[in-house]
């Protein structure tokens, strides 16, 4: 069984196998957990983004080895879709994706970066976490950050 942690750190802070975060097309420029790993990577998901290699459209999954900003060894970004009328339903399909992304990834000891809002807050999204979990049994921890936002 899957054990959930929820911290307060941000997305650059949390330890794990590998963080991932939520990456939306309505989002620009980019806000959240998105935000605080482009900077850390000093533009470089803006950049591709730029670029046309990445959108946020659903079913997009980008990979990328961090640099020493990072407590985690590796970023994976999973589109999301659009942010402006994400439901409850959608977001809770979001984090269903960025959990089976992990597990075929290989990723025992997940950080996981949401960014709280409209549809749900930062107690809805662990428990929306929570709920998930027992499908992805290969997960041993999943660290879930109280903190959408670089803090200073």
């Known amino acids: 069984m899957t054990r959930l942690e929820v911290v307060d750190l941000p997305a ?12 939306f097309v309505d989002q620009r420029p980019l806000d959240g957990p998105a935000a605080v790993v482009d ?20 079913g997009e999954c980008l ?3 961090t640099n020493a900003k990072f407590a ?6 999973v589109g999301g879709g659009r942010w402006q009328g994400l439901d409850h339903n959608r977001y809770q399909a979001v984090i269903d994706r960025l959990l089976r992304v992990a597990e075929r990834a290989g990723v025992h000891d997940l950080a996981l970066c949401l960014p709280p809002g409209e549809p ?5 999204l662990a ?12 997960l041993a921890l999943c660290r879930l950050s109280r903190v959408a936002r670089l803090r200073c």
């Open 12 to 23: 650059d802070q949390l330890p794990g196998d590998a963080l991932l975060v939520p990456l």
């Open 39 to 58: 900077w850390r990577l000093d533009g470089a998901i803006t950049q591709l983004i730029l670029d046309a290699w990445i959108s946020g459209k659903n």
């Open 63 to 65: 990979g990328m080895q």
């Open 72 to 77: 985690a060894p590796r970023v994976m970004l």
């Open 120 to 124: 749900a807050d930062a107690a809805e």
């Open 127 to 138: 428990r929306m976490v929570q709920t998930a979990l027992p499908g992805f049994g290969r």
